[in-house]
DNA sequence: GCAAAGTTTAGGGTTTACCAAACATTTTTA
DNA sequence: TAAAAATGTTTGGTAAACCCTAAACTTTGC
C-alpha cells in the first residue's frame, strides 16, 4: 500500500499542465512556462515544484525544470478523466459549448469523487474522447454495471 | 452594488448550517452546536462567527450567539439552491438515494457557478423540492429560457 | 449566590499561496 | 569566448483560513 497523495487544487493544475505538455505534446514545462499560465511570479512556481518533488510526482532538477514521475503521471490521467467526464456531462445534459464545459469543469474536477465520476461515466455509456476530442482515460472501477 | 462577499467553502457551511437552524426549525445555533457538528474546538466556532459577523453576514453577540442578517440569509438560500439541484440532478441522472446525493453534492456545492445551477435547473423543469423534499429557492436569472 | 456549563481570549501552530529583490546559472550573441 | 540577456532559485517576507490548548470570563440553574 503506498502513501496515500494528498494534493492541492493548485498541485493538481500543475500536474495536469505538465501531462499535456510533456505527454501530449512533447515538450518540456519550463518554471517560465508554468509562471506564464498561471500567472504567478516564477519564485511560485519553483516553490510548488519543490513541493511536487518532496511528493514524488515530479522529477526536479534545478535550472532545468520538472518531469512528471510514475505516480504524477497516474494522478495527472485521475484528474484529467474528472474533467473531461464532467465536459461531457456538461455538453450532453446543458448543451453547453466545449469551451465552456472546460471552464465550468475546471471549477469542480478536483472536488468531484472518483465515484461520482464513474456514475456519470456509466450513464453517457463510457465515452471515450471528450468533446475536444482528447482521450478519456478510463477507470479500472468503472465498469458495465459496476 | 454592495461589496463583493468573498465566503470560504467552510463559512458556507455555517451559513447553511444556521439558516436550517434558525429558519427551518427556529432554534439558535449556539458555539457548542456548532462545534460539535463541524467537530471543532469552541474556540475555532468563535473564531469563524467573528469573522461571519466582519462580512456582515451574522450579527454575532457574545455569549449568547449568532443570527444570519439579512446578506446571510440571501447567501445561504444561494448556496442551499446550489447543494438541492444537485441532489436533483444525481438523483435523476445517477439514480443515487437521497443520502449518496447529499453527500456528493456538499463536496462540491460551493464551487458550482450560479450558471451552472441554473442550466441544471432549467434541464430538470425548474424542480421546487430537493430529493428530501426541501424548497428549491429560485433565482431571477433562471427562468424558462434564460 | 455559587457551581457548573458554556463561551471567549490569548497565544500558538500548520498549510497553501503569493511576492520582491538579490543571487546563481545557462544561453545567446557580438 | 566573454559579457550580456534570459531564465531560474533563494531568501525573507506577507496573508488568510483553519485548527488547538489553557486560562479567564459570563451565564444559567439550582
Same mark, same amino acid.
Given at each position: 500500500? !503506498?502513501?496515500?497523495? !494528498?494534493?492541492?487544487?493548485?498541485?493538481?493544475?500543475?500536474?495536469?499542465?505538465?501531462?499535456?505538455?510533456?505527454?501530449?505534446?512533447?515538450?518540456?514545462?519550463?518554471?517560465?512556462?508554468?509562471?506564464?499560465?498561471?500567472?504567478? #511570479?516564477?519564485?511560485?512556481?519553483?516553490?510548488?515544484?519543490?513541493?511536487?518533488?518532496?511528493?514524488?510526482?515530479?522529477?526536479?532538477?534545478?535550472?532545468?525544470?520538472?518531469?512528471?514521475?510514475?505516480?504524477?503521471?497516474?494522478?495527472?490521467?485521475?484528474?484529467?478523466?474528472?474533467?473531461?467526464?464532467?465536459?461531457?456531462?456538461?455538453?450532453?445534459?446543458?448543451?453547453?459549448?466545449?469551451?465552456?464545459?472546460?471552464?465550468?469543469? !475546471?471549477?469542480?474536477?478536483?472536488?468531484?469523487?472518483?465515484?461520482?465520476? #464513474?456514475?456519470?461515466?456509466?450513464?453517457?455509456?463510457?465515452?471515450?474522447?471528450?468533446?475536444? #476530442?482528447?482521450?478519456?482515460? !478510463?477507470?479500472?472501477?468503472?465498469?458495465?454495471?459496476?
Amino acid at each position: 500500500m !503506498s502513501a496515500k497523495i !494528498s494534493l492541492t487544487p493548485k498541485e493538481g493544475k500543475y500536474l495536469t499542465f505538465m501531462y499535456r505538455r510533456q505527454v501530449e505534446e512533447d515538450e518540456r514545462a519550463t518554471t517560465t512556462i508554468l509562471a506564464k499560465s498561471f500567472k504567478v #511570479n516564477p519564485a511560485t512556481v519553483t516553490e510548488t515544484l519543490q513541493r511536487l518533488a518532496e511528493k514524488k510526482l515530479v522529477a526536479y532538477t534545478r535550472y532545468y525544470g520538472a518531469k512528471l514521475t510514475e505516480r504524477g503521471i497516474v494522478e495527472a490521467k485521475k484528474l484529467l478523466r474528472k474533467h473531461r467526464i464532467l465536459e461531457v456531462l456538461f455538453v450532453k445534459l446543458l448543451r453547453y459549448d466545449a469551451e465552456k464545459a472546460c471552464e465550468e469543469a !475546471s471549477k469542480i474536477d478536483h472536488y468531484c469523487s472518483a465515484d461520482l465520476i #464513474n456514475a456519470i461515466c456509466r450513464t453517457y455509456g463510457h465515452p471515450d474522447t471528450c468533446p475536444c #476530442n482528447k482521450k478519456i482515460f !478510463s477507470d479500472s472501477k468503472c465498469r458495465r454495471q459496476a
